[in-house]
């Protein structure tokens, strides 16, 4: 099982960015999956989850109206479009495979002016 993230990087307040992740070796499709954050000195915590047929999405209440969590079961990849961002978006990103434990390594998203 491998779950590589992508899209990271420093971003100014206001701006956008999207996150990207790359699943193999498990039947994708079949599988919820979520996006998690960690800020330094904080616990993780869900930011997005959606259904395996990409249908339902949840949000956490923070992120609602300014994120949106899709996914391509064709390409096995999930992605996390980030709109209006602030600084309390800065975290490390994870993306998860509900269920299973399964954890990519993250991506680090940094708002700053």
């Known amino acids: 099982v491998q779950l590589v993230e992508s899209g990271g990087g420093l971003v100014q307040p206001g701006g956008s960015l999207t996150l990207s992740c790359e699943a193999s070796?498990?039947?994708?499709?079949?599988?919820?999956m979520s996006w998690y954050r960690q800020a330094p000195g904080k616990e993780r915590e869900r930011v997005a989850t959606?259904?395996?047929?990409?249908?339902?999405?949840v949000y956490m209440d923070s992120v609602k109206g300014r994120f949106t969590i899709s996914r391509d079961n064709g390409k096995n990849t999930v992605d996390l479009q980030m709109n209006n961002v602030n600084v309390e978006d800065t975290a490390m990103y994870y993306c998860?495979?509900?269920?299973?434990?399964?954890w990519g390594r993250g991506t680090q998203v940094t708002v700053s002016s």
């Open positions: 998860h495979v509900n269920d299973m434990g399964w």
């Open positions: 070796g498990f039947s994708f499709s079949l599988f919820v």
């Open positions: 959606i259904d395996s047929a990409g249908d339902k999405k």
